[in-house]
């Protein structure tokens, strides 16, 4: 027990570190060796990314922020403008960013005035934004570096090809034609693959789409954030030979297309296929110019809100999407913003999925729930016309959605949210197999009444928040981090249940899988399935969903519609315990049931992984999405415990300390972790 307790010691050491951790180390280091007075040497900021994570170039692109220096002491020297080396284009998902990884130094020349002597002493705080595909950090450290006028300064080595800035410039004339920028090297050169703009003038998506023939490179100018004229038309590219080199074009003599060197970007409305971020001011001025706008309010974590995606990608929406010139934005929800939960709260909405047309003079056209392109293409023609819109969800009838409902129940058995439950639940059925078929139809009607009345808890509660003026989505439980970290430490519990790392019998274990011969559990394991069902919703069920959530549904109709979709999902495991022939077709008990419910770990801790990111979706804070990561550790390390110590062969002693030592970890990680929830 003795290298336990050091064990668990060196895991909340660990956890504490973690917690603070920067992924980015910086420092301030020598280029020069003989460092002269009245001439200048060269330094350089040094950064060194962990695998995975990036800083920013100059021009970040379309997020990020460049790296910067405050400088406190210089002992006398001028301290010269950052020399950059050439950045990476990195895709995330659509995202264009300009980037370095790994190792990136960045120079900077110091002028040592005439005269100097003895020693310089350079210090100051570095500032820079670290990222990865989950999110961004913004840091900062002090930095410090000794040199000494004379030669002997121990200097790292780096490679000059890397920087345009000391290198001779290529020259080039631009013109524009329409929409499209033209840039045409005064001297045969080789044209680099990706030439990357100094300044904002082109998007960072234009960047990425560039083009080029054998004389000329061609950029399309639409959405650019600057004018031509702000400032020098420049780009960095590759040199052909393992370094950068700047292009600096200037407008060809007689450039009479529309627009100019002079003239201002094209309208920052976007094409059908394009969207841009969503903000009142954006919709304000879009619909003041006679524009119709459609809003997607989406989120990360929203499951729907992916699935919906998938319409505007259907040819015929996205064509008649750009020829009606809608201007496509996306409020983004992921971090709950307070500015999109208002605007939420104007359409008598709480949660997403929100997807709407408005046009200046007429009623909002707000859309179901799960997006069809028959619909959207519906909604574009009532807005184009004039006239109002209703969501093809209310023109039905009651019984129409009501099957809708019993069939999504039943499509809910094959989500991936349900499936790990679906494989507990085969090794009751196996179990099952040779028991009396009273047993068999008892249980498979106790565990279809606790989905039941799991469905019929959520309308209730669903009737409540209605009745006090809110509107909420399907799935709503899943925008709150709570309920998500409660559910991911289940699923890692259930999962190491399985694997056999400890037994829990008819503990909570043994309630979800329905093990134990407690009526009470086989009730509760239809509970469960319920609560980890919701966020994954089949496309017909969330239709139909969104007319049953409608504030225009009365209390009864809203009950019975989720009894429906509770007798829906519990049909196949009920047809199976009322049926002894069907029963009879399960093999019988043995070896296989072990691997079986081993290998029904796995899904469970798949989806724990998948819960995980949408926790890092919801909760800002990167240090406490650590500290969770961490606490799932240490959840694991109780069960761990509890399983070694706590079997039945030890000792009174050795199980009462297991299980006490297990109870104080897991519950002390848990109300850290909930206590100290952003």
């Known amino acids: 027990m003795r290298f336990l307790a050091l064990g668990l010691l060196s895991l909340f050491a660990l956890l504490g570190e973690l917690s603070a951790a920067v992924r980015t180390k910086v420092d301030l280091v020598n280029l020069t060796p003989d460092v002269r007075a009245g001439e200048k040497a060269l330094v350089a900021l040094r950064y060194r990314c962990d695998p995975h994570f990036h800083i920013y170039w100059k021009n970040p692109g379309d997020a990020g922020a460049s790296p910067t220096v405050e400088w406190t002491e210089k002992s006398g020297t001028e301290i010269g403008a950052f020399i950059w080396p050439g950045p990476k284009l990195l895709d995330q998902s659509g995202v264009m960013n300009f980037v370095y990884e790994n190792e990136t130094l960045i120079l900077m020349e110091v002028a040592v005035p005439a005269g100097k002597t003895g020693a310089i002493v350079l210090k100051g705080k570095a500032e820079w934004l670290e990222c990865d595909d989950k999110g961004c950090w913004p840091h900062d450290t002090l930095v410090e570096l000794s040199l000494k006028v004379g030669p002997g300064n121990a200097a790292y080595k780096y490679d000059p090809k890397l920087y345009p800035d000391l290198k001779p410039s290529l020259s080039a004339v631009f013109r524009v034609v329409g929409d499209e920028l033209q840039v045409t090297p005064a001297a045969k050169t080789e044209l680099s693959k990706v030439w990357f703009p100094e300044r904002n003038f082109i998007t960072p998506d234009a960047t990425a789409k560039q083009r080029h023939d054998a004389t000329t490179l061609f950029f399309n100018l639409k959405e650019a954030t600057e004018k031509l004229d702000a400032g020098p038309v420049s780009f960095v590219g590759s040199d052909g030979n393992g370094g950068f080199v700047r292009l600096v074009a200037t407008a060809a003599a007689g450039a009479t297309s529309k627009g100019s060197a002079e003239a201002s970007p094209p309208s920052a409305h976007p094409a059908s296929s394009d969207w841009q971020p969503w903000s009142p001011e954006a919709q304000a001025k879009a619909l003041a110019d006679g524009k119709t706008v459609y809003v997607d309010f989406t989120a990360r974590w929203c499951a729907t809100c992916q699935v919906n995606k998938r319409v505007y990608k259907q040819d015929d929406v996205a064509k008649a999407l750009g020829q009606a010139g809608v201007v496509m934005m996306k409020a983004d929800w992921t971090k709950k913003d307070e500015v999109i939960a208002h605007e939420l709260g104007k359409y008598g909405r709480t949660g997403i999925p929100l997807n709407v047309f408005l046009k200046t003079g007429q009623p909002p056209a707000i859309l179901s729930e799960a997006l069809t ?242 926790l890092n979706a919801l909760v800002e804070d990167a240090a406490w999405v650590r500290d969770a990561s961490l606490g799932l550790a240490l959840i694991a390390t109780a069960c761990w415990i509890l399983g070694r110590w706590g079997a039945l062969h030890r000792t009174d002693v050795e199980r009462v300390v297991a299980k006490a030592v297990a109870g104080l970890i897991f519950v002390g990680t848990l109300t850290y972790l909930y206590a100290t929830l952003p």
């Open 373 to 614: 392109g028959t619909e959207v293409l519906a909604a574009l023609k009532a807005v184009s016309s004039g006239k109002a819109y209703q969501a093809e969800t209310t023109t039905h009838p009651f019984a129409i959605w009501l099957l809708l409902a019993f069939g999504g129940g039943v499509l809910l058995n094959l989500m991936p949210c349900v499936f790990p439950m679906i494989g507990l639940k085969v090794l009751g059925f196996a179990k099952e197999a040779g028991a009396s078929r009273s047993t068999v139809v008892l249980n498979g009607l106790l565990y279809s009444a606790g989905v039941i009345v799991s469905f019929l808890a959520l309308a209730l509660l669903i009737v409540g928040l209605k009745s006090g003026g809110s509107s909420v989505g399907w799935g709503f439980q899943m925008q709150s981090p709570g309920f998500v970290l409660g559910t991911c430490v289940l699923m890692i519990v259930l999962g190491l249940s399985l694997v056999g790392v400890f037994e829990i019998g008819v503990g909570l274990g043994g309630v979800a899988a329905g093990e134990g011969d407690g009526k009470v559990a086989t009730f509760l394991s239809g509970v469960l399935a319920t609560v980890v069902a919701t966020p994954c919703t089949a496309p017909g069920l969330g239709a139909a969903l969104g007319f049953a959530l409608d504030k225009e549904r009365s209390t009864g109709e809203t009950l019975l519609f989720f009894v429906v979709i509770g007798l829906g999902m519990a049909l196949p495991y009920l047809l199976l315990s009322m049926f002894p022939r069907l029963a009879a077709l399960l093999p019988r008990p043995g070896e296989w049931m072990e691997s079986l419910k081993q290998g029904m770990s796995f899904p469970l801790f798949a989806y724990a992984l998948y819960l995980l990111w949408v």
